[in-house]
């Protein structure tokens, strides 16, 4: 129901769900996203705290880090979650704006089967 309520755009109806359900790191992720687009990344912040080890929305706190330009941050979130794929391709990303194309290649190579990051390695190299 909160997916519903946000794709209608109706977040306040999914925060009410999201208050009934504050243990659920599922539903939280989803509390963490509309808090992202609202602007409110303290709210964000306070999500991936409790969360620190669900992937999903650590992904998030990558993508608050990312930014606000705090790459450091963000690359100290990739190397926790080294084997998760969404969050490895937001750190070929942080690698990109930071030029480091040893690291988008090494990330390139751990995941060869995983079109998404394939597809921006391509891009990448496109680019140059």
Avoid at 13 to 27: L, M, S, T, Y
Avoid at 67 to 87: H, L, R, S, T, V
């Amino acid at each position: 129901m909160v997916t519903v309520a946000t794709k209608q755009g109706d977040y306040e109806k999914a925060k009410e769900i999201g208050e009934k359900f504050r243990d659920n790191a599922p539903i939280q992720s989803q509390m963490a996203i509309i808090a992202i687009r609202q602007g409110d990344y303290e709210k964000a912040r306070e999500i991936g705290k409790k969360f620190e080890n669900y992937a999903p929305i650590q992904s998030q706190m990558v993508t608050i880090a990312t930014k606000q330009g705090d790459y450091e941050k963000a690359k100290e979130i990739g190397k926790k979650f080294e084997n998760y794929a969404p969050i490895q391709s937001q750190m070929i990303t942080v690698a990109v704006k930071e030029d480091d194309f040893e690291t988008v290649k090494r990330i390139g190579k751990k995941f060869l089967n995983n079109e998404v990051i394939q597809s921006q390695n391509k891009r990448n190299k496109n680019e140059r």
